[in-house]
């Protein structure tokens, strides 16, 4: 059997006040590949969406999606579509820059001592 691990970093303040940024990471596990069917499915809701903007319209020149250069509604497409045509498993953990471990907050230290970093915990 064939397992497809697809993961993604993401960095971000939570307000514009924020002097710290989050930064967390993701990780999807299936059997199935994401193939072209779900891409050309994915780009079909968007090029059918009549508030496209001009990131939105710039992924559909690009053909493919590329998470840091399209809109949260590019994302939201790629997503949907994945979500529907492919089962997994997803994991993900976000820490606050300004903490001294990344896992400070995601367990408490009773819990850090029986659980595997979160990402492997599956």
Excluded at 111 to 116: C, D, F, H, P, V
Aim: charged share 30%; glycine share 4%.
């Amino acid at each position: 059997m064939t397992l497809y691990a697809y993961t993604d970093e993401t960095e971000f303040k939570k307000s514009d006040t924020e002097l710290f940024s989050v930064v967390g990471t993701g990780l999807f596990i299936t059997d199935s590949e994401i193939d072209s069917s779900v891409v050309t499915e994915a780009m079909d809701e968007l090029r059918k969406n009549e508030q496209k903007n001009r990131s939105d319209i710039l992924t559909l020149e690009r053909g493919f999606f590329h998470a840091s250069k399209d809109s949260n509604n590019a994302r939201l497409c790629i997503c949907r579509s994945i979500s529907k045509n492919i089962s997994g498993h997803f994991r993900y953990s976000f820490y606050e820059r300004n903490k001294q471990k990344p896992w400070e907050r995601l367990f408490n230290p009773a819990e850090i001592k029986n659980k595997a970093f979160l990402v492997f915990y599956i």
